[in-house]
C-alpha cells in the first residue's frame, strides 16, 4: 500500500517540464525557418551578405574620385569631410529605426524599401550638379544601405541555433568587409576609366540587383518569436480588454438603471466606482497586460492538433507603427550591463578597423607617392586578414561553443561565445602598434601589407564572436540588439574618422596606433568583464522583466 501512496507523487514529479520551456526563440511557428533544408538557408546567407556590401562599398568606392569631384563640382575639403562623415554617422543611427520597422513589417517588406531606397540615392547621385545634391543623396544612401546592417544578422538569428551562429555570423560579416577593400580598387578603375559619376551608377546596378533578390525572398521573421511584438500585441489586447470591460459595466448599470426605482439609484457606492474605473483605466489596462501570458498562449497552442487554429484570433489584429514603440527595446538593451560593456568594446573594434582604413590611404598618398589603384591593392591585404578572420575565427567560435556547452550538461550559457576571444586576444595589440611604427618608419610596403593583414584578422576575430554573443545574449530581441550596435560602432566610427587625421598630423601614425594600442587592451578588458559578469547581470535583468525578484 505504501508503494502504491508513492506513486501518484512519482508520476506527479515531471508535471515542472512545461514550465522549463519560456525560451520564445522556441516558440512553435508554422513554416520554422529553423527547419528549412540547409540549401535553402544558405541562399538566404547569400542573399543577405551580397546586400550587406552595399554599405562597405558605398562608404568607400568614391573615396578614389575625391579630387576630381572637388574640382568638378567645386567643392570645398570640408565638404567632402562632411560626406564621408554624414555617411558613416547616418549608417550607424539608422538602423534603430529599420529594426522597428522590421518588427510588425517583417524582414522582407524592411529590405525591398531600404533597397529601393538606396538605389534612387545613387541614381540621383551620380546626376547631380551641385555638392550640396550630392551630400544629400550620401544620406539618403546611408539611409537605404544601413537596413541590411542591423537585419542581417537577425535574420541569421531567425534560422540557425546558437550552436551555429558562430560560422555563419562569421560568412554574412566577411561579405561587408569586402567592400572597403573592394570599394578603393573599384573606385580607381570606375573613376580613370569613365569618370566619378560612374562609382555610383556602378552602385545603382549592385543595390537594384539586391533589390531584384530580395523580391523572391523567403521571410524569415516570425512574430511570434518576436518581444518587440508581442509586447506590443499584449498592449493592445489588454487595452481592448479594459474596453470590453468597460461597455460591459456600462451595459450592466443601463439595465439595472431599468429596474431599480429612481430613490434607489444613486447611492455613494455606486457613482465612484464608475468614477474609479474611468480614473484608473490605465492601471486596468497595465494590469490586464500582466495577465495576458502571450508565450503560455503559444506554447499550449503548439502542443494541441490545430495550432494555427488556436492561433487564429491573434493572427486577426494587424498592428502599425503606432503600437511599436521603437525607443522601448532600444531601453531594454542599453539597460543591461553585459550589453552595455559588449557593445562598448564593439564599438571601439569598429572604430579602430575604420581608422586604420582611411589613415593608410593618406600615408601611402603622402608619404609613399601611391595613386589610387595602388592604394586600393595594399588595403586588399586588410580586407583578406578581415575575411579570413571573420570566417575562420566564426568556425572557431563554434567549435568553442559547442565544446563548453558539452562540458556544461548540453546546457549553454552566451557568455560561452565569448571564450573564443581569448586567443586573438594576446595578438591584436601587438599588431596594432606595430603597423604603427611600420608606418611611421616608412619601411618597405610588404611589412605595411603583412601589419595589415594581422590586424584585420585579429580584430575580426574578436568582432564577430562578440556581434554572435549580442544575438545570444538578446533573445527575442536580436535585430534591436544589433541595430543598437550599429549606432555604437557608427557614432564611434564617426569620432574616429574627425580626430583621426588632426591626431595623425599632430603625433605621427607611431603616436595615433599606440593610443589605439591602449583602446584596444580597454576593449579587451571590457570584453574579458563580460565573460566573468555578464552572465549574472543578464539574469538579473531577465528575473526583473519577468517580475521575479533576484533575490
Not at 544629400?136 to 544601405?145: K, L, P, Y
Not at 561587408?176 to 566619378?196: C, K
Not at 575565427?393 to 568553442?400: K, N, P, T
Request: net charge neutral; with cysteine.
Amino acid at each position: 500500500m505504501a508503494n502504491e501512496m508513492q506513486d501518484p507523487h512519482q508520476g506527479a514529479l515531471p508535471q515542472p517540464k512545461p514550465a522549463a520551456v519560456p525560451d520564445i526563440e522556441h516558440a512553435l511557428v508554422a513554416d520554422d525557418p529553423r527547419a528549412w533544408s540547409k540549401a535553402r538557408k544558405l541562399v538566404v546567407v547569400a542573399t543577405v551578405s551580397a546586400a550587406s556590401m552595399i554599405a562597405g562599398l558605398g562608404g568607400n568606392i568614391y573615396n578614389p574620385a575625391i579630387s576630381q569631384i572637388e574640382e568638378q563640382l567645386h567643392a570645398s575639403s570640408g565638404a567632402i569631410s562632411l560626406s564621408l562623415s554624414l555617411f558613416i554617422l547616418i549608417q550607424g543611427g539608422v538602423p534603430l529605426m529599420w529594426s522597428a520597422l522590421s518588427e510588425f513589417w517583417g524582414r522582407k517588406r524592411v529590405y525591398l524599401v531600404s533597397t529601393a531606397l538606396c538605389t534612387i540615392g545613387c541614381i540621383v547621385a551620380a546626376l547631380s550638379k551641385t555638392i550640396g545634391v550630392l551630400i544629400g543623396m550620401r544620406c539618403i544612401q546611408a539611409v537605404g544601405s544601413s537596413a541590411v546592417i542591423s537585419l542581417g544578422a537577425a535574420t541569421l538569428a531567425d534560422i540557425y541555433e546558437p550552436s551555429q551562429r558562430g560560422t555563419m555570423m562569421g560568412i554574412y560579416y566577411s561579405a561587408p568587409l569586402l567592400g572597403p577593400s573592394l570599394g578603393p580598387i573599384l573606385g580607381g578603375v570606375l573613376t580613370q576609366g569613365f569618370d566619378w559619376r560612374a562609382t555610383f551608377w556602378f552602385l545603382a546596378i549592385f543595390v537594384g540587383v539586391c533589390f531584384l533578390l530580395f523580391i523572391p525572398f523567403k521571410d524569415t521573421f516570425r512574430r511570434e518569436r518576436s518581444l518587440v511584438y508581442q509586447a506590443a500585441l499584449k498592449r493592445r489586447l489588454a487595452h481592448q480588454s479594459a474596453k470590453c470591460s468597460e461597455t460591459s459595466t456600462l451595459s450592466q448599470v443601463t439595465a439595472v438603471s431599468r429596474i431599480v426605482p429612481d430613490g434607489e439609484k444613486k447611492t455613494e457606492d455606486d457613482v465612484p466606482a464608475r468614477g474609479k474605473s474611468e480614473g484608473n483605466e490605465e492601471d486596468a489596462i497595465d494590469s490586464l497586460a500582466r495577465d495576458i501570458d502571450l508565450e503560455k498562449q503559444q506554447q499550449q497552442a503548439g502542443r494541441s492538433s490545430t495550432p494555427d487554429a488556436d492561433a487564429a484570433p491573434i493572427n486577426e489584429i494587424k498592428l502599425s507603427l503606432a503600437d511599436v514603440n521603437p525607443v522601448k527595446p532600444i531601453v531594454h538593451v542599453l539597460r543591461r550591463m553585459n550589453n552595455l560593456t559588449i557593445l562598448t568594446a564593439s564599438g571601439l573594434i569598429f572604430a579602430y578597423s575604420y581608422s586604420i582604413a582611411y589613415t593608410c590611404s593618406r600615408t601611402l598618398a603622402n608619404k609613399y607617392d601611391y595613386n589610387a589603384l595602388q592604394i586600393g591593392l595594399v588595403l586588399l591585404a586588410f580586407g583578406v586578414g578581415s575575411l579570413l578572420g571573420s570566417v575562420l575565427g566564426g568556425r572557431y567560435s563554434d567549435h568553442v561553443f559547442r565544446k563548453l556547452k558539452a562540458s556544461n550538461g548540453g546546457v549553454s550559457q552566451a557568455e560561452m561565445r565569448l571564450q573564443s576571444t581569448m586567443v586573438p586576444m594576446l595578438f591584436l595589440p601587438p599588431s596594432v602598434i606595430a603597423y604603427g611604427w611600420v608606418c611611421e618608419r616608412h619601411v618597405h610596403v610588404a611589412a605595411i601589407c603583412v601589419m595589415l593583414f594581422l590586424a584585420g584578422f585579429f580584430s575580426i576575430c574578436i568582432y564577430s564572436s562578440t556581434l554572435a554573443y549580442i544575438v545570444d545574449a538578446n533573445t527575442g530581441r536580436s535585430s534591436s540588439a544589433v541595430a543598437t550596435n550599429s549606432a555604437f560602432r557608427g557614432f564611434s566610427a564617426f569620432v574616429a574618422s574627425e580626430i583621426a587625421v588632426p591626431l595623425q598630423d599632430a603625433i605621427g601614425d607611431g603616436g595615433l596606433y599606440s593610443l589605439w594600442t591602449g583602446l584596444m587592451i580597454l576593449s579587451e578588458l571590457l570584453i574579458l568583464l563580460v565573460w566573468w559578469k555578464g552572465g549574472a547581470w543578464r539574469q538579473k535583468w531577465e528575473l526583473k522583466e519577468r517580475g521575479v525578484s533576484a533575490s
